[in-house]
């Protein structure tokens, strides 16, 4: 706790000053967490000096709220880069990062429990720079650190604001940003020690050295590739559900019965299955092999029963006897575009909705992938599997501008895969659109793309489809004969 008020203190956070009726004081409390290892041990305890953040008033302590994250496949992308052209991948700490930001609404907060000051009992704490709790605290750092890596001469990202670009001559370094956890890479060590000097000058933070744990996320890094799994994210959330020793299954969600709205009767606790199932969702970081049956479950969060509640505990059983399953970035592939998008025509036997998914790949390395449910439903699989297309068209857009912004040539024209015959041609030949005419104008979009020569849309067999479990529940057999396909591997031996 002291150290932390001394860090306050040093940041010149606030100044005492009397406090007056027309002030809306927000409160202030100490939280402490313990901070643990990769390996389950004890790193450090924290104590951490937060405002009550709930207090303030829109318009009066704060307007502005909203703050990029970083995106996964942001982070996969750069890190397939590296790992491709053997860089280091250095990884930085900033020390309590949200006390730099400064702030531009007046706010004031109550003084710190246990540390008031004998003198001014009475007074109150108006802040020049942001504290951890109040809502506008991650903008206002991010804009401090944004301002700090403009001046020395990084881009800031168009595709996402949370990545930052140097090229200096004919070389790059990358800053990927979560709050206050760095990633930077780059083709030349001696500039990237030069940068972090830099930086060290302008803020307090810990050097970790090479990417090891970042944001819950073990990576592994041999000579071949890196693998990025979340065993320890893994293993706790089976302890925190009581499952670390349950029976390990095979595939993460049954084929049989198909589960429904109103299969099964509700369950009592919902909240619980709604927390488990968030953590799934960000367990999806490293691993597609449970996209679709995540999905599956996110779409009863509402109103969840015994028998999706069930559902939910085979994923995890899955997880417990894979709990070091990842994705392998290899290196020395080529630095080339392609995807896979697959649909499964009206598979709600409840809506007739179609889910769609893709997966792109990096050379060799899976960076991008999603299974999610059309918004309406398809008159034919034709057209659903054209809007699947569409979809994967969209991120693979997204994704070009993003390497191109990190200095990455396309040399190759980036390829869709696609299973249905008459999608793939619908992509590039215009006699169809009089079929089509029900499709709202905006898919459409994937044609044009393909007559540019930006993407190319082309067959593949059902059996090579790798994006097929992605959109549906398989047999164990498919399911692990896929899985190998797509890239998800247990940790290999070093």
Not at 52 to 57: D, I, P, R, Y
Not at 174 to 185: E, G, K, R, S
Not at 265 to 276: A, C, L, M, S, V
Not at 325 to 338: N, Q, V, Y
């Amino acid at each position: 706790m002291s150290e932390e008020f001394n860090a306050v203190l040093r940041n010149g956070t606030y100044e005492l000053v009397p406090s007056e009726p027309h002030q809306n004081i927000v409160g202030s409390r100490w939280i402490f967490t313990i901070k643990y290892n990769p390996d389950g041990s004890i790193d450090r305890y924290k104590a951490r000096f937060v405002a009550k953040g709930f207090n303030q008033q829109q318009g009066v302590d704060y307007t502005e709220t909203f703050s990029p994250v970083v995106k996964s496949t942001t982070v996969r992308t750069v890190l397939d880069i590296a790992v491709n052209r053997s860089w280091d991948i250095r990884q930085l700490d900033i020390n309590n990062a949200f006390l730099q930001g400064r702030l531009t609404d007046d706010v004031y907060v109550a003084q710190p429990p246990g540390f008031i000051d004998p003198d001014r009992p009475n007074h109150v704490c108006h802040l020049k720079k942001a504290l951890y709790g109040l809502k506008q605290a991650p903008r206002a750092w991010y804009q401090e650190l944004r301002g700090f890596l403009l001046t020395c001469g990084f881009k800031n990202s168009v595709a996402d604001t949370s990545l930052f670009v140097r090229q200096h001559n004919k070389d790059y370094i990358y800053i990927l940003v979560y709050v206050d956890d760095f990633l930077i890479t780059g083709s030349n060590s001696n500039l990237i020690n030069q940068f972090i000097k830099c930086l060290a000058d302008r803020f307090s933070l810990k050097d970790l050295g090479q990417l090891s744990y970042f944001l819950g996320i073990e990576a592994t890094r041999t000579k071949v590739g890196l693998h990025l799994m979340q065993r320890r994210y893994v293993l706790d959330l089976l302890t925190k559900t009581n499952m670390l020793d349950a029976k390990p299954v095979s595939t993460p969600m049954s084929t049989t019965p198909k589960l429904t709205l109103t299969s099964g009767t509700p369950i009592d606790n919902p909240g619980e299955y709604r927390q488990i199932l968030g953590s799934l969702q960000y367990l999806g970081f490293t691993r597609p092999d449970i996209a679709f049956a995540v999905n599956r479950l996110s779409q009863f969060m509402h109103k969840p029963t015994d028998l999706h509640w069930q559902a939910m505990k085979r994923v995890l059983r899955y997880l417990a006897g894979t709990p070091s399953a990842g994705i392998f970035l290899r290196a020395k592939t080529p630095l080339t575009l392609h995807g896979y998008s697959d649909a499964d025509w009206a598979g709600d036997n409840e809506d007739y909705v179609s889910t769609n998914a893709y997966i792109i790949y990096l050379g060799g390395n899976p960076i991008s992938w999603t299974s999610k449910k059309q918004r309406g439903v398809a008159r034919s699989s034709t057209e659903a599997e054209y809007r699947a297309v569409a979809n994967a068209g969209s991120e693979l857009r997204w994704l070009i501008s993003l390497l191109t912004e990190l200095g990455v040539p396309l040399l190759i024209t980036p390829v869709i895969y696609c299973d249905n015959v008459g999608a793939t041609y619908l992509s590039a030949n215009p006699v169809f659109h009089s079929r089509m005419k029900h499709i709202a104008l905006d898919y459409h979009f994937i044609r044009d793309n393909v007559q540019a020569g930006i993407l190319r849309v082309a067959h593949v067999s059902t059996k090579d489809q790798l994006a097929y479990s992605l959109t549906k529940t398989l047999s164990r057999q498919r399911f692990t004969e896929l899985n190998s396909k797509i890239g998800v591997i247990p940790l290999p031996p070093s």
